[in-house]
């Protein structure tokens, strides 16, 4: 079992910045995948990126390439998302899920999810 708390979420202009913190229970973090998703009013849940339980291995999907980065600390069981020039349609409320497959991007794929941060971008 593990329980994931993500933090850090909050109202940033258009070109700022922001950093997400998922923090996860148990001793049993460096055996998953992490991902983190969005969601937006009205749309599906999105796949941004994944980091494998090493931390050696990242993907991004196109949207956030160049603008956001995952790490994480193993021995903190904690995953990061930095997020750099921050646009309006980043608007979403943002979850940090976990895996055990090696390079899950698909919802399914994740057995455990934290309750979300928002993140509001103006304009």
């Known amino acids: 079992q593990v329980q994931l708390v993500e933090s850090g979420g909050g109202l940033v202009q258009a070109g700022g910045s922001l950093r997400l913190s998922c923090a996860a229970s148990g001793r049993t973090f460096s055996r998953y995948s992490m991902g983190w998703f969005r969601q937006a009013p009205g749309k599906e849940r999105e796949f941004l990126v994944l980091i494998n339980k090493s931390g050696e291995n990242t993907y991004y999907t196109d949207s956030v390439k160049g603008r956001f980065t995952i790490s994480r600390d193993n021995a903190k069981n904690t995953v990061y998302l930095q997020m750099n020039s921050l646009r309006p349609e980043d608007t979403a409320v943002y979850y940090c899920?976990?895996?055990?497959?090696?390079?899950?991007?698909?919802?399914?794929?994740?057995?455990?999810w934290g309750q979300g941060t928002q993140v509001t971008v103006s304009s």
């Open positions: 899920a976990a895996s055990l497959l090696l390079a899950p991007t698909r919802t399914e794929s994740y057995e455990y």
